[in-house]
């Protein structure tokens, strides 16, 4: 049975989450579900990372993104395709 590509996608997320412990969630997240890649908070507010994973594992991430932590509030966020990535060896958070 092959195993399916990895996906990796850049994403920009808005609203409550700086100061909530987004950053610690997503990271948390990814090595439940074996995303890799990293997340950093912007200057303006936002929260954006660059996730890398098998489909199934990419859904369920960014549902659960989406979600946040309980005392975030996303408001917005973006998704895109990277065409040309790194291979990621793990999730880190960049500061």
């Known amino acids: 049975m092959c195993a399916e590509a990895a996906k990796t996608v850049r994403v920009r997320v808005e609203g409550l989450v700086q100061g909530v412990g987004f950053r610690a969630f997503a990271s948390r997240r990814a090595a439940d579900l074996g995303v890799t890649g990293w997340v950093r ?3 303006d507010g936002a929260v954006e990372f660059e996730a890398q994973a098998n489909p199934g594992a990419m859904e369920r991430f960014l549902l659960d993104v989406r979600a946040g932590p309980r005392m975030a509030r996303v408001e917005e966020m973006r998704v895109e395709s990277v065409g040309d990535a ?3 060896s793990s999730f880190e958070m960049r500061w």
């Open 41 to 43: 908070n912007t200057l």
């Open 86 to 88: 790194p291979d990621y």
